[in-house]
C-alpha cells in the first residue's frame, strides 16, 4: 500500500497570505495526485487533479504542482472562505489512500 | 448537474448485515468507473471499493475483502454496498463517489455498528 502523508497538519494563517500545503507518497505515483477541500459537514470537493490541472469553477488561486513523490497546494491569497481541511488521494495503485489531511484556520 | 443519493444507512449489531444504494442522476451513469468511500467523523477519507463501468472489475480495500460486495444496475443508475459480517469498526458515514479522480460525491449515508 502506498502511504501518503501531509503536512503541516495544521495552519493558523491570514487572509492574503500564501498557503503551502505539501504530500509525500511512499513511492513513485507519477502525476496520480489530486486535492480535495472539506468543508465541516460537507462532502470533499476535488480542487486540482493529476498534480496541477486546474478545474472549472475553482478559484485560480488555487495550483498544483509536483511529481513522483513530491507534491504541492499552493493558495496564493488566502481567503476566509478556504478555511477548511484538505486532503490529497493517490490514484496510481490500488488501494487508493488519501493522505491524512491539513487543516487551515483563518487568523 | 450531477447528483449522487445514498440510502440504506442505519444502526445495526455486529455481526449484522446492510446494503447501501447510490441512485445517479445528471450524467450518464453506464460510462464511469464509481466508488464508495468511508469516512468517521473527525477523521479522513478511506477508499472502501470499485466497480468498473460495466461491471467487470471490482476491487475492495483488505479491511472490508471478503465481507462486503459491490454491484452495479446500470439499467437503474443505481450502485450498490452489500455489508455483511460488520464490526465496529465500519462504522461511518458512506459515500459514492463518481469517477477517477472522485470528482463527484454524495452527501453518504451513516452506518452504525454497536451493541
Known amino acids: 500500500e502506498i502511504v501518503v502523508t501531509q503536512s503541516p497538519d495544521f495552519q493558523s494563517v491570514t487572509p492574503r497570505e500564501k498557503v503551502t500545503i505539501t504530500c509525500r507518497a511512499s513511492q513513485n505515483i507519477g502525476g496520480s495526485i489530486h486535492w480535495y477541500q472539506q468543508k465541516p459537514n460537507q462532502s470533499p470537493r476535488l480542487l486540482i487533479k493529476f498534480a496541477s490541472q486546474s478545474l472549472s469553477g475553482v478559484p485560480s488561486r488555487f495550483s498544483g504542482s509536483g511529481s513522483g513523490t513530491d507534491f504541492t497546494l499552493t493558495i496564493n491569497g488566502l481567503e476566509a472562505e478556504d478555511a477548511a481541511t484538505y486532503y490529497c488521494l493517490q490514484s496510481s495503485t490500488l488501494p487508493y489512500t488519501f493522505g491524512p489531511g491539513t487543516k487551515l484556520e483563518i487568523k | 448537474e450531477v447528483h449522487l443519493v445514498e440510502s440504506g444507512g442505519d444502526s445495526v449489531q455486529p455481526g449484522g448485515s446492510l446494503r447501501l444504494s447510490c441512485v445517479a442522476s445528471?450524467?450518464?451513469?453506464?460510462?464511469?468507473?464509481m466508488h464508495w468511500v468511508r469516512q468517521v467523523a473527525g477523521k479522513g477519507p478511506v477508499w472502501v471499493s470499485r466497480i468498473s463501468s460495466d461491471g467487470t472489475s471490482i476491487a475492495y480495500a483488505d479491511s472490508v475483502q471478503g465481507r462486503f460486495t459491490i454491484s452495479r444496475d446500470n439499467a437503474k443508475n443505481t450502485l450498490y454496498l452489500e455489508m455483511n459480517s460488520l464490526r465496529a469498526e465500519d462504522t461511518a458515514l458512506y459515500s459514492c463517489v463518481k469517477g477517477a479522480p472522485f470528482d463527484d460525491w454524495g452527501q453518504g449515508a451513516l452506518v452504525t455498528v454497536s451493541s
Open positions: 445528471g450524467f450518464t451513469f453506464s460510462n464511469y468507473w
